[in-house]
């Protein structure tokens, strides 16, 4: 049985759901982290072409998106009540 790759509605789903969750930590250094290591992961498997790639791809990306949302819980549990120096800039 063929698998079919993900539409490119699905993959730019999966891409917004990291920057999503990536706004859950509470710390600088570590959101900025996510949103720059999503971005390089994408980026680098945008020229993917055939299929079963795609879809190994595709599913990593999603077990990893479920990794992430377990450490967003954890860390938040144990974040560091000080902003960090960066966040006292921006404001």
Same mark, same amino acid.
């Given at each position: 049985? &063929?698998?079919?790759?993900?539409?490119?509605?699905?993959?730019? +789903?999966?891409?917004? +759901?990291?920057?999503?969750?990536?706004?859950?930590?509470?710390?600088?250094? !570590?959101?900025? *982290?996510?949103?720059?290591?999503?971005?390089?992961?994408?980026?680098?498997?945008?020229?993917?072409?055939?299929? =079963?790639?795609?879809? &190994?791809?595709?599913?990593?990306? #999603?077990?990893?998106?479920?990794?992430? /949302?377990?450490?967003?819980?954890? *860390?938040?549990? *144990? &974040? =560091? #009540?000080? /902003?960090? !120096?960066?966040?006292? /800039?921006?404001?």
């Amino acid at each position: 049985m &063929a698998v079919a790759a993900p539409m490119r509605a699905e993959v730019m +789903s999966l891409f917004r +759901s990291f920057l999503r969750m990536a706004r859950q930590f509470s710390d600088y250094n !570590i959101r900025e *982290y996510t949103c720059h290591r999503a971005a390089d992961a994408f980026r680098e498997n945008r020229a993917l072409g055939d299929v =079963p790639t795609v879809v &190994a791809a595709f599913a990593y990306g #999603k077990k990893q998106l479920e990794v992430a /949302k377990r450490q967003a819980v954890v *860390y938040s549990l *144990y &974040a =560091p #009540k000080a /902003k960090s !120096i960066m966040e006292m /800039k921006l404001q």
